[in-house]
């Protein structure tokens, strides 16, 4: 149910700029001999050279027609250091980021995300055709514990008559949820863990609550909190095309995007060793590729 950490190249990035800063000096320093910063960027240009460059490039040709503050960035952090909750750090760290280098990368994603939704047709024609298998948010709460057993002991308990968010706080798991009657933010279709969406969409009415629901982070009981309500497209609108927008944001657009871009800004590569850096973007093929 959470959201993925956006990894990327900011993992790399800050000592790639330290190798490339400045001609000359040591980095590491051994009786064996030395290791220059020369050295280091040759070798991380060797093996990050095309990747780096490339964000690099396109987020300056992105930042120069789309706004992303840092007030936007810290909004977004905000939202996964929530749900990840106390495991926020480790996972952080397993992963080879810091706070500083995790918002950058996710600014580098939300400019491409708003170049994508600049280049989305959202014609009135296009929405009412989504309309049509539109499903708005809904507002569930739910208690998430580990295994199946203590799933019936939660649920027998609320058949009894215990209140739903006496009960997770007392055993959800969720540690971003829980002490807030195990409560999560809205959503539409796509966002959760399918198993999880199937049976909270199966809830219809306020109050209702599911069986234990199996998904890849243990067992949920859910509760229906704010269920949907569609009206008529003029109404639901608004709602209509931020969903349209967010389903559109695939891997597959946001390339076509970048494609798109990249062939609009004269983009010129001036070192020889970094020549293919952007062939998936111009259609090019490097010498190798074209003696296969």
Partial sequence: MKKKLILG???????????????GGDV?????????????????KDKYGSEFVQ??????????????????????FNEYKSQYGDQFSAVLAQSGL???????????????????EANTDTSDKALKEYYKTWQPDITVSHILVADEN???????????????????????????????????????PGK????????AYALKNKGDISAPVK???????????????KTTFEKDKKAVKESYLASQLTTENM?????????????????????????DFDGSKSDSDSSK
């Fill in 9 to 23: 190249l900011v993992m790399v990035m800050a000592l790639f700029s330290l190798a490339a800063c400045g001609g």
């Fill in 28 to 44: 590491v320093k051994t009786d064996s001999g030395d290791v220059t910063k020369d050295e280091l960027y040759d070798a991380m």
């Fill in 55 to 76: 964000q690099l490039t396109f987020e300056k040709i992105l930042s120069d027609k789309y706004k992303v503050s840092d007030e936007d960035v810290d909004k977004k």
């Fill in 98 to 116: 810091t706070e500083k280098t995790f918002k950058s990368q996710l600014k580098y994603n939300m400019l491409i995300q708003k170049a994508t």
């Fill in 150 to 188: 203590k799933a019936k002991e939660v649920e027998q308990k609320l058949k009894d008559g215990a209140k739903f968010a006496d009960l997770a706080k007392e055993y959800s798991t969720d540690t971003a949820t829980k002490e807030n009657g195990g409560k999560l933010e809205p959503f539409g």
């Fill in 192 to 199: 959760m863990d399918p198993a999880f969406e199937k049976a």
């Fill in 215 to 229: 998904t890849q982070y243990g067992y949920h009981i859910i509760q229906m909190d704010e269920p949907a309500t």
């Fill in 255 to 279: 390339q076509k995007t970048l494609k798109k871009v990249y062939k609009d800004a004269n983009v010129k590569v001036e070192d020889k060793d970094l020549k293919d850096a952007f062939k």
